[in-house]
């Protein structure tokens, strides 16, 4: 079982940045590729960015090539999401994710593990 805890949210205006941190326990974590989401209001749930269970590989939606990056650090059993040149289309309340594979994925029912999610909110 892997239990995740996103933190790092908050308030930013537009152009600013944001890191959000994914939490990880459970055994399983070291061999789980990871997910980021997003839901803003009235859309649905949906894809971000994901990396492999060995941080080589990422997957991100066109919309955040470039100014997104996600990494993981496996010492410490923590995913992270770097945002950039934020903008208000990405305030949402953002979902970190494990699925019970090592390749990542954009497709969000091939996860199995969720956050209870954190608000970012850009301003203009």
């Known amino acids: 079982q892997v239990q995740l805890v996103e933190s790092g949210g908050g308030l930013v205006q537009a152009g600013g940045s944001l890191r959000l941190s994914c939490a990880a326990s459970?055994?399983?974590?070291?061999?789980?590729?990871m997910g980021w989401f997003r839901h803003a209001p009235g859309q649905e749930r949906e894809f971000v960015a994901a990396i492999s269970w060995t941080g080589g590989g990422t997957v991100y939606t066109d919309s955040v090539k470039g100014r997104f990056s996600i990494s993981r650090d496996k010492a410490r059993n923590t995913v992270y999401l770097q945002m950039n040149s934020l903008t208000p289309v990405d305030t949402a309340v953002y979902y970190c994710?494990?699925?019970?594979?090592?390749?990542?994925?954009?497709?969000?029912?091939?996860?199995?593990?969720w956050g209870k999610g954190n608000q970012i909110t850009v301003t203009s």
């Open positions: 459970g055994r399983t974590f070291s061999s789980s590729a």
């Open positions: 994710a494990a699925r019970r594979f090592r390749y990542a994925s954009a497709h969000l029912s091939r996860y199995n593990h």
